[in-house]
């Protein structure tokens, strides 16, 4: 090989390793965002003015697609229980195909010194056959949707209050409610079939159905995956 | 059949091991023949077993067998005339459905070479066919030990009512709305034969250096199924992209999502690795860039299926964390780099190759740039995309890179590579001095000035315009064309850019009519008869060439559809009559409805009529589907084509105070498409086999050679 050419070749090559590596040093320190979970996020204060970008599941009636900009509240995505801190999200950007209550939205954007993420980028996560048995709704985010709900068919979730389970027959089944203790919104539920096995107070149960003038009418009743 | 289907993985896998074992034990003793043979016959069972556990899982959805739990998740509730294909597609809606084709596809591969070279039984072929069972292997124990990915999991007895039905917690269970499009029902499969099949320069680049065999052997025996698998890698990244373009509903086809990137860095590396196959088998050189091009792409063909299943990075659609997942495909990752880079250290002086670079202006240099640009690239993307999963002290660590910077990096390299490849067929082998290069250059240069002056007029009359008013919106879009840099960077990187393409597209365009000249005028038949020879005979260079014009294509098309789109939020009255100006299109909105769907489904939709300079160019009726069961809303975007631009609009919502949209016009989307599909067909003229060509390749020991066993 001719070494001139040689030396040619490697200065060359140099230049555009420096050349891209120089961009994308430059461009992703200035762009790059902490990605990390809601809860750390939402207590780190050091992140304060930062890009950050953070995943969490949308809060059912946060939001109003039609206001620009966007607002909602995302709640961390394993925090079932709805006990954890959650974060606001203020968003400019076009509101992907998904979005909607219960959906986990991934957002990016700089945290404000309110807590507040002024978000530029969201991708909502494809719900893939993994979280659709978590997707229902819980029942205080249901009966909060009022009147509209009415009659429609959904999957919601909540806990069997203490002492409220029935014998079939005797009109409402067992009573449902927000917290495994009992306590938070409540709601009669009527079913006809058979309840399922193990199926005792405090057990969160997943049921489909339609809500009728203050009841929950089940069509199916399940304890909820993760407790089998 | 659930057992029966396990049973079937566990013969797979049981094969894979007997086969691994017999061909080494074959290649190490003297008298091996049978014990590689027995080798061969193992290779056929794997591949029949996993054929008839893709038979069972693909009846039990035709079936409905709701008691496969992987049935009861997947199976598509769809009633429409597609409704076969969604109940096909449901094998590989989940992760461990499209785990199992991923396996199968490699096993057919598998297959196919041993068909191939059994009556040869040359030890290249014999260690290309046993890395290929390692791999095989590996994929068959990780569905059978990793709960996550085993596919043949019974569904709990509560779920299910005595008829079969699902009850309970499974009632709503089913094949995500999302998946339910004819793009997403060859999207996945395409890919997963270009990931399968990319095993096999792999598997026999590792082959070449157990038997320290530099001679072009293993490239001929691979190149084609490598040309194929890249088409098939190609043509699902091509389904992805029109799949998030019409379905996702955010305007645009790529994102630099991280399971995005995932497909793309395989692809990346693959360019290089064909080209240097082509100096391999043409010129005798490039052979370490070869075997280090192989592994690498392997180990990125591994890291994307790593990055979707291991859970590590936020993404549109990665799955769940699962451990086995995470440390398997990492071990695989780095054995495979690792083989391939101590066995070239074994090996070095064999495979050194004659490598003539004697200066910057030859034909060695373009492809070695090529190389360089392709690889960098790919490892690049690779190490942005897992960024975030990493520890802070690396650069980037615990940081998440947006798709900003990944375009920062993308356009001035990308546009660079396009000269490259523009550059390149004008150049000569070894070196090209000036004149040479002048005579090749004039008339190309003048179809070059003619398309670049038609696009800068394109440029001038719509690009421009649009960035004038987008660059002082305060909308996240317009703020993020700001931030990409001055208007004259931004705005010189893309004439440059039209340029490159132009460049690139004329140039070799004058090869194809300089080429079919010369013939028909030494064979004296017509120039079309000429140039039909060329394209169907010279397949390889003809289809190479298509493809190089594909690129040019395309990199005009991302100019316009990425650099410059108009992006809007209109809210208007109800009143039917009402009108609106995007950009250069009247927008009248016409009347609205709202459907109830038999399956309860709510679907409310707007009408809008389209024109520009008073002439109606069409109807839109974008809208929005809630779902009864999941009460989740899908906005359905509607797209309006013209030749030169796309009119993209999405209806965010209805309120008593207006109808609120979003409007994007996409320019010269069309040829980011038409590009696209020119590169298949180029690259699948290429990968086309030759008539009668029999690979009997690798009977002789060729020069370079020093088999220890070379037989027949």
Excluded at chain 2, 95 to 101: A, M, N, Q, T
Aim: charged share 15%; with cysteine; proline share 4%.
């Amino acid at each position: 090989m001719n070494k001139r050419a040689r030396v040619r070749l490697i200065g060359v090559t140099l230049a555009i390793l420096v050349a891209v590596g120089a961009m994308v040093y430059y461009t992703g320190g200035k762009q790059g965002a902490y990605e990390g979970d809601l809860a750390s996020v939402s207590k780190d204060s050091s992140l304060v003015g930062k890009q950050v970008k953070v995943g969490g599941t949308v809060v059912a009636g946060s939001w109003d697609k039609q206001s620009n900009p966007m607002r909602f509240t995302i709640r961390g995505e394993k925090d079932t229980a709805q006990t954890g801190p959650t974060l606001k999200v203020v968003y400019t950007g076009t509101v992907p195909a998904t979005f909607g209550d219960g959906v986990v939205a991934i957002v990016t954007g700089k945290l404000g010194s309110d807590g507040t993420v002024a978000a530029t980028d969201m991708i909502t996560k494809c719900p893939s056959k993994y979280e659709s048995a978590t997707g229902a709704t819980p029942i205080a985010d249901l009966i909060g949707k009022g009147a509209s709900m009415e009659g429609k068919p959904v999957r919601t979730t909540g806990y069997v209050k203490p002492g409220s389970i029935a014998s079939v027959g005797s009109g409402d089944r067992f009573i449902a409610a927000q917290n495994p203790d009992g306590s938070g919104t409540t709601i009669p539920v009527t079913f006809s079939g058979v309840l399922p096995n193990g199926m005792k107070d405090g057990s969160q149960v997943v049921m489909g159905g339609t809500l009728s003038q203050g009841k929950f009418v089940a069509t199916s009743v399940a304890l909820e995956a993760a407790q089998k | 059949m659930v057992t029966f289907g396990l049973l079937l993985l566990g013969v797979a896998l049981l094969a894979s091991v007997v086969s691994v074992g017999s061909l080494l034990m074959g290649h190490m003793s003297s008298e091996g023949d049978g014990l590689t043979k027995f080798g061969y016959y193992c290779t056929y069972v794997a591949a029949g077993a996993l054929s008839i556990s893709i038979v069972v899982m693909v009846s039990a959805f035709f079936g409905t067998d709701f008691t496969f739990r992987y049935v009861a998740e997947n199976h598509s509730p769809d009633v429409s005339n597609l409704a076969w294909l969604y109940k096909l597609s449901g094998l590989w809606a989940g992760r461990e459905g499209s785990f199992l084709l991923w396996t199968w596809v490699l096993s057919l591969f598998a297959a196919w070479i041993a068909h191939r070279r059994f009556r040869s039984l040359d030890a290249l072929s014999n260690m290309g066919l046993m890395v290929t069972n390692v791999v095989l292997m590996l994929f068959s124990a990780g569905m059978l030990f990793s709960n996550p990915n085993n596919p043949f999991k019974v569904t709990p007895a509560e779920l299910l009512d005595s008829s079969g039905k699902l009850i309970g917690a499974a009632a709503s269970w089913g094949m995500n709305p999302l998946l339910q499009s004819p793009a997403m029902i060859f999207h996945p499969p395409t890919l997963f034969i270009g990931y399968a099949g990319l095993t096999i320069p792999f598997a026999f680049a590792i082959a070449a250096l157990i038997v320290n065999d530099s001679s072009k052997t293993w490239i001929d025996i691979v190149d084609r199924i490598t040309v194929f698998s890249w088409l098939f890698l190609g043509m699902g990244i091509g389904l992805g992209s029109i799949w998030a373009y019409t379905t996702l509903g955010w305007g645009g086809y790529w994102g630099w999502d991280p399971v995005e990137n995932a497909s793309l860095l395989p692809w990346l590396t693959g360019v290089a690795l064909l080209h240097s196959f082509t100096i391999y088998r043409k010129r005798d050189g490039f052979k370490r860039w070869a075997i280090m091009l192989s592994a690498v792409t392997f180990a990125l063909v591994i890291l994307g299926t790593f990055i979707t299943r291991s859970g590590i990075v936020q993404s549109v659609h990665a799955f769940e964390a699962d451990p086995v997942s995470l440390y398997l495909f990492l071990a695989m990752i780095v054995s495979a780099v690792l083989a391939a880079g101590i066995g070239l250290w074994a090996r070095w002086a064999n495979f050194g190759g004659n490598d003539e670079f004697d200066s910057l202006t030859g034909k060695e240099a373009a492809y070695y740039f090529t190389n360089v640009i392709m690889l960098v690239a790919g490892l690049l993307v690779a190490y942005l995309t897992i960024t975030s999963a990493l520890p802070t002290w690396l650069p980037f660590g615990k940081h998440a890179i947006p798709p900003t910077t990944f375009d920062a990096v993308a356009r001035p390299v990308g546009i660079l590579f396009a000269f490259i490849v523009g550059v390149c067929p004008l150049l000569s082998w070894r070196r090209t001095d000036g004149e040479t290069l002048w005579a090749r250059a004039k008339w190309p240069l003048v179809g070059a000035v003619v398309i670049f002056g038609l696009l800068m007029a394109e440029y001038a009359t719509a690009l421009l315009p649009i960035y004038n008013k987008m660059v002082v919106q305060t909308s996240t879009a317009g703020q993020k064309i700001a931030e990409a840099g001055p208007a004259w960077y931004y705005n010189g990187l893309a004439i440059l850019g039209l340029l490159a393409g132009s460049l690139l597209i004329a140039n070799t365009l004058s090869l194809f009519i300089t080429g079919a000249m010369k013939r028909a005028e030494a064979r004296e038949e017509s120039f079309g008869a000429a140039l039909w020879s060329i394209l169907t005979k010279a397949r390889s260079q003809s289809g190479g060439y298509l493809a190089h014009i594909g690129i040019g294509i395309i990199l005009i098309g991302l100019i316009g559809s990425a650099m410059f789109v108009f992006d809007n939020t209109y809210t208007i009255a109800q009143t039917p009559g009402t009108t609106f100006q995007v950009d250069q299109y009247t927008f009248t909105f016409v009347g609205s409805n709202e459907n109830t769907l038999a399956n309860g489904n709510q679907v409310s939709t707007l009408n809008l009529d389209v024109s520009r300079n008073g002439r109606k160019i069409g109807s839109m009726s974008p809208g929005q589907t809630t779902f009864a069961t999941t009460q989740q809303t899908r906005t359905d975007a509607k797209v309006l084509s013209e030749p030169l631009r796309d009119i993209f609009v999405t209806m965010q919502g209805v309120t008593d105070s207006g109808i609120t949209m979003n409007v994007k016009i996409n320019p010269l989307i069309w040829f980011s498409w038409s590009g696209f599909i020119l590169l298949l067909l180029g690259t699948g003229l290429a990968a086309w086999p030759k008539p009668g060509h029999a690979l009997v390749v690798a009977s002789a020991p060729a020069k370079g050679s020093s088999a220890k066993r070379a037989r027949r």
